[in-house]
């Protein structure tokens, strides 16, 4: 880690299993905070070294160029075992550790109930560690830090967003950021029966960022779950039309 790496500090930090979550769940997301000038970060747990296709050197690589185009500041990868994240209190540590030194004000997390067994599980790893990071007790390096938000990208969920953000302007950017995993993403033969042909993956991401555009008035969206109830300081400035 470098002296600039132990100096930042982000405004938004996405946390998620593998390389390539964050993008398909809350890209859009990460560039409109960069877009107003917020700094933002990502932290994926794993390598990728499971996965069916490409390596875990060319996630790197590919990872890099991705961040690169959504404007993240800060991205790096802790080695927790791809397919078999737990919720210990070593792993909790080394989030936690994470948390401190970039200081987030905003958490996402991946929704805590999910296909695969490593998202589902870090929504809830997350938001542990988020909280022992706060804890003066709790040795995980630096001085104590605990997010005042964390939400839950829930793309993938069947459930009903608490909010949606606005993506329209940075869907296509969206898009390439998603595609610079080549490994994943291109047709190959190595999970051709399990993964989407790569002709059909701009229809089908725009498809589901158009349906929670228009639940929320606007053209592409991305769709978000918080645990706590809102508050609202003047109704005549709630946004989304009700009729």
């Known amino acids: 880690m470098s002296a600039d790496d132990r100096e930042f500090r982000a405004d938004v930090l996405a946390i998620a299993a593998h390389r390539d979550d964050v993008e398909q769940t809350c890209g859009g997301t990460l560039l409109r905070m960069a877009s107003r000038g917020l700094r933002t970060a ?105 997010p005042f938000k964390i939400v839950y990208a829930s793309l993938y969920a069947d459930v009903r967003p608490s909010f949606v953000v606005d993506i329209t302007p940075f869907i296509e950017q969206r898009h390439r950021a998603l595609m610079a995993y080549r490994s994943q993403y291109a047709n190959q033969q190595a999970g051709s029966g399990l993964f989407v042909p790569e002709e059909e993956i701009r229809e089908r991401t725009f498809a589901e960022a158009r349906h929670y555009g228009l639940l929320a008035g606007v053209k592409y969206g991305e769709p978000f779950v918080q645990k706590e109830v809102g508050l609202v300081d003047d109704l005549t400035l709630v946004p989304v039309q009700s009729m």
């Not at 800060?74 to 397919?83: E, F, I, T």
Request: charged fraction near 20%.
């Open 42 to 146: 990502i932290l994926d747990l794993t390598q990728g070294e499971a996965g069916t296709r490409g390596t875990a050197a060319e996630r790197a690589r590919e990872a890099e160029e991705s961040a690169q185009i959504l404007g993240v500041r800060w991205r790096q990868a802790l080695g927790l075992p791809d397919g078999a994240i737990e919720n210990t209190v070593e792993n909790r540590i080394a989030i936690a550790s994470v948390v401190r030194l970039l200081q987030p004000r905003v958490v996402i997390l991946p929704y805590w109930q999910a296909r695969h067994p490593d998202h589902a599980m870090v929504g809830t790893l997350g938001y542990d560690a988020c909280f022992i990071a706060g804890l003066s007790k709790v040795d995980a390096g630096g001085a104590p830090h605990r």
